[in-house]
């Protein structure tokens, strides 16, 4: 039976028709009666007497609009398919149901046991009170006498305190609240709020907790059960959740629960049962059930009904809901200007149905490949090293920085067998006052809190394994500072705790490890993240914050900035290039290239220097010095003009980005050459920020804001938050398009292991100075994908520059394009033309060479108008490689072009021997008037013409 059936059937009882000026009335003096009796009450037990005006000063207001809000709610968050992800644990598990969706025999259970003259009063209940009163004079202490309106006014505004204004206040806000809500509204919200043990606040997520079924089916003998657990949750709980270690032979374990990643023991708890047995009993007196129904539900099997909900068992990380929630507090304290606790107070505790842009599937499959991280990417298994890690290590095993500073210990010693930590005699003194005297590097002191030295290991897959140690906090101004290892701690300290230390008999000092987490699991190094986003949309697909994906790992994706080395180039450098003057054949000198200090600067990644070269050619293969160059000619301010269009530089807060300005910091900052042109920012770059930057070249120049989801929703239903992004040009369309082929050339020439093979895909690696980090950003027609690879302490180096980051993006790209369609890039628009240049100096080429000679691709009107005449042509004996004569057999004549241009390697040149072979019947002695070899010295490479004037014809379908 509904709760209208219900209140049909109480309408029997309770009737209101009375005029609303004589109820008025009636309600003022049964008020006044009541707090009456309260008074005498506490005058009585010899308790102060209070001012009832004060008290009612001090209570809080009845706003019946907000009785919803004040209620903790569990807030959830969909995948872009609505599946639930993530429900997002907080103090108060609850689920919100109206009345009519909860059973009769459910709200009679609690109105027989809590307040069964429910229906005859008006929030207090003057019986009750006597009984109350009655219980204190001769008991001796205030308690019982609370009617459900005045359990919900104290869960709601009060304190729990056992103190008379307590009692006064709870008493006139139940007024207030029934007067308010009527007697409909206070049941709901009760039923809504009421603790009821194992997290659960409301008999749905009670329901759900206990048997896994919503609480419109629950039977009377359940319905009982909970309202049984009302007057103490931790005593009449159906089961206790133990620690596996702590089940006992004689328990009855019903199931394993997930709280939080970790798995608990259901242990059934047998007291509930009288106290069922009693909401029973009440439910028969009061005539709510008949003695067949309360003879059923007596003998139901209470054991076999309880069915504990397993918890989320969570099918992907933390790492995607955990930028879901960042990003949804950022935009609610956007709009509706709350602070920032208010807007994570909203959504732990709102009700909220966050809907986010997660593809399930992808993000499940990319963590599948992190798991399996060593196989796919065919780490060597075994060597003198971890697999990929280039060390330094001191003669105790200890990894050292290049300045022979230990980085991390090895595990032997810096703990004992108990894993105490260890400080070697000499680190540390014990003065005449007990007072511990510490100078050692194995410990550092930040005002009052304590850390200790992270250790290493190797494990079985010849992986790098780091070990931290967690902090301890000493009571305030119980430490005397001399610098971060040089400290002493005052005697008074270990009155509190006598085991903190002891003195071994070696002479070390064995800090005990009761004070200090430490951390046996460890985390795998190399580490490495990923953000994979649909570039026309700017919706986050998929995020991988690190290679752990249980429990709450860092996530490395969003959270922590890495310099991004050549990947910048694009973005930094040749896109502002592109806008202003430069072309894809714009010819850049790699030449030595000094500093301010005069310092040869900087280096390439090959040794030496590859003269002339185009700005497509500085861009697939990466020259620095180049990048260097082009970054002075185009401006520091034109640089972080396009950063700022790319989501890289926030201008609007400067202190939200990680782009450090001259403003921010005069002596350190990334406004300089080596910043802007090779990556090295001071603080770094996230890969979420790297993938949206690009993602804004795979959308045709338009930047769209990276978001991970498309709209929020409240309790009721309605649309609280939508995801406004920001978007705004980049740069043209036709630019982009060049951008876009020339960045498909680094996956062929320079990153293969990026490729895909049907499907275009176009990218930059990445790689710091001393391959500290590695990484490769790129796109197909489908997704942007950021992959980074790198140890999480940056003094840690990879032992070769094989692109990794390259080889796992095109694991990945493969996975999450393996049900797509085979797929190229957009052709090239009507302003869009293709020439035939040089290669080396991007000038016009006559048709007939085919010497360094590509099409390339221009804007209209920006091609190049000159020939290059850096080229010679000549006429070649094939038979030895020599200058032809006339008497060099026809047959045996050939035509080749030669490269004279500044830069040329002998190898390139033209031979400038005649050759002496004739005929076969002929010797003599060759003359040159036949060869038209011209010996006019090369001019500069852009001034030069070709003595073919012919143009040649536009080709839009030759990409070379």
């Known amino acids: 039976m509904s709760y209208s059936e219900n209140k049909k059937e109480n309408s029997k009882i309770v009737t209101e028709k009375k005029k609303f000026n004589i109820f008025k009335i009636i309600f003022k003096a049964l008020n006044i009666t009541i707090l009456s009796i309260l008074m005498i009450g506490t005058a009585i037990t010899g308790m102060m007497a209070i001012s009832f005006i004060d008290v009612i000063k001090e209570t809080p207001v009845v706003d019946a609009s907000r009785m919803n809000e004040l209620m903790i709610q569990s807030s959830v968050i969909l995948d872009k398919d609505d599946n639930l992800v993530e429900k997002i644990e907080n103090l108060e598990n609850r689920t919100l149901v109206s009345l009519s969706d909860m059973p009769k025999h459910l709200i009679d259970a609690f109105i027989s046991t809590e307040d069964e003259r429910f229906y005859s009063h008006k929030g207090v209940d003057p019986i009750g009170i006597g009984k109350s009163f009655i219980d204190t004079v001769f008991g001796g202490r ?43 509204g206070v049941l709901e919200a009760y039923l809504n709020r009421v603790f009821l043990g194992q997290h659960s606040y409301g008999v749905q997520a009670a329901s759900q907790g206990y048997f896994s079924k919503d609480v419109k089916d629950l039977t009377i003998a359940e319905s009982a059960l909970l309202a049984a657990i009302v007057q103490s949750p931790s005593n009449f709980s159906l089961y206790k959740t133990l620690k596996p270690e702590n089940v006992t032979e004689d328990s009855i374990v019903i199931s394993d629960v997930n709280l939080s990643g970790q798995v608990y023991k259901a242990v059934y708890n047998p007291k509930v049962l009288d106290r069922q047995k009693y909401v029973l009993k009440k439910m028969l007196e009061l005539k709510k059930i008949s003695q067949a129904q309360y003879d059923e539900a007596v003998n139901e099997d209470v054991l076999s009904a309880i069915k504990p909900n397993l918890g989320i068992e969570r099918e992907v990380s933390t790492y995607f809901t955990e930028l879901v929630k960042s990003q949804v507090a950022d935009k609610l304290v956007e709009k509706y200007h709350y602070s ?144 971060a290892n040089s400290f002493e701690i005052n005697s008074s300290v270990f009155n509190d705790y006598k085991d903190f230390y002891k003195v071994g008999d070696d002479g070390n000092l064995y800090l005990s490890s009761k004070y200090f987490q430490i951390d046996e699991v460890g985390t795998l190094q190399p580490q490495s993240s990923c953000v994979v986003m649909d570039h026309h949309t700017g919706k986050i697909v998929a995020i991988v914050g690190g290679r752990e994906t ?115 910091s005069i002596d350190v900052n990334d406004e300089t050459l080596a910043s802007l042109a090779l990556g090295a920012f001071t603080r770094g770059v996230t890969n979420l920020n790297m993938t949206g930057a690009f993602s804004a070249i795979a959308n045709s120049g338009t930047y769209i804001e990276p978001i991970s989801f498309t709209k929020v929703t409240d309790s009721t239903g309605k649309v609280v938050l939508e995801a406004e992004q920001r978007e705004n040009k980049v740069t043209s369309v036709e630019n982009t398009f060049i951008m876009t082929n020339i960045l498909s050339d680094v996956p062929k020439i320079s990153a293969p292991t990026a490729k895909h093979p049907t499907i275009d895909v176009a990218g930059k690696t990445g790689t710091t100075e ?31 520059n094989n692109n990794q980051a390259a080889t796992l993006w095109g694991i990945i790209n493969k996975e999450i394009l393996k049900d797509k369609e085979p797929k190229k890039f957009d052709g090239p628009n009507e302003n869009i033309i293709q020439r035939l240049v040089s290669s080396r100096s991007g000038l016009l080429i006559n048709g007939s060479s085919k010497v360094n000679a590509v099409y390339e691709y221009f804007v209209k009107g920006t091609e190049p108008k000159e020939y290059d005449n850096s080229y010679e042509t000549v006429l070649i004996d094939s038979r030895n490689g020599k200058l032809a004569t006339n008497l060099t057999p026809e047959k045996y004549i050939i035509e080749k072009t030669f490269y004279v241009g500044p830069g040329a390697k002998d190898s390139e040149k033209p031979p400038t021997e005649l050759s002496e072979l004739g005929d076969d019947e002929k010797t003599t002695k060759p003359e040159d008037d036949k060869n038209k070899k011209t010996t006019t010295k090369p001019e500069d490479n852009k001034n030069k013409k070709t003595e073919d004037k012919t143009k040649p014809k536009d080709d839009k379908n030759n990409n070379n």
């Open 142 to 184: 205030l308690r019982g006498g609370s009617t459900i309106a005045q359990q919900l006014a104290r869960n709601m505004y009060l304190s729990s305190e056992q103190k008379i204004e307590r009692k006064l206040k709870e008493a006139y806000l139940a007024l207030k609240i029934t007067d308010s809500i009527k007697r409909e």
């Open 340 to 483: 920032k606790d208010e807007a994570w107070n909203k959504i732990y505790n709102g009700g909220l149905t966050i809907h986010s842009t997660m593809d399930q599937t992808i993000q499940k499959n990319i963590e599948n490949i992190y798991e399996n991280f060593s196989n796919v990417m065919n780490m060597p298994k075994w060597g003198s090293t971890p697999a990929y890690v280039s060390w330094q290590r001191d003669n105790y095993g200890n990894i050292v920085n290049d300045k022979k500073n230990i980085v991390f210990y090895t595990k032997n010693n810096l703990l004992s067998s108990e894993n105490e930590i260890i400080i070697p005699k000499g680190e540390f003194s014990i003065n005449e006052d007990k007072s511990l005297k510490i100078n050692s590097n194995r410990l550092y002191v930040y005002e009052n809190v304590i850390s200790v030295a992270s250790y290493y290991t190797v494990n079985e897959n010849n992986n790098l394994v780091t070990h931290g140690i967690g902090n301890f906090e000493i009571p305030e101004n119980s430490v005397k500072v001399e610098n």
């Open 550 to 664: 249980k429990g709450n790992p860092l996530n490395r994706a969003y959270r922590v900035p890495r310099q991004p080395g050549s990947t910048i180039k694009p973005l930094a450098v040749y896109t502002p290039a592109l806008d202003n003057g430069y072309t894809a054949a714009t010819a850049i000198e790699d030449a030595p290239h000094y500093n301010e200090k005069h310092e040869l600067w900087p280096k390439n990644w090959y040794n030496g220097y590859r003269g002339w070269q185009t700005l497509r050619y500085s861009i697939v293969h990466s020259i620095n010095v180049n990048s260097v160059k082009t970054l002075k000619e185009v401006g520091i301010e034109k640089s972080k003009e396009y950063l700022a269009r790319f989501g890289i530089i926030n201008k609007n807060n400067e202190l939200s980005d990680t782009f450090v300005t001259r403003s921010e």
């Open 770 to 800: 001393e391959v500290q980090d590695s990484w490769f950003v790129g796109f197909s027609p489908y997704y942007t994908m950021g992959v980074w690879i790198g140890f999480d302490n940056a003094t840690l180096k990879l032992n070769e």
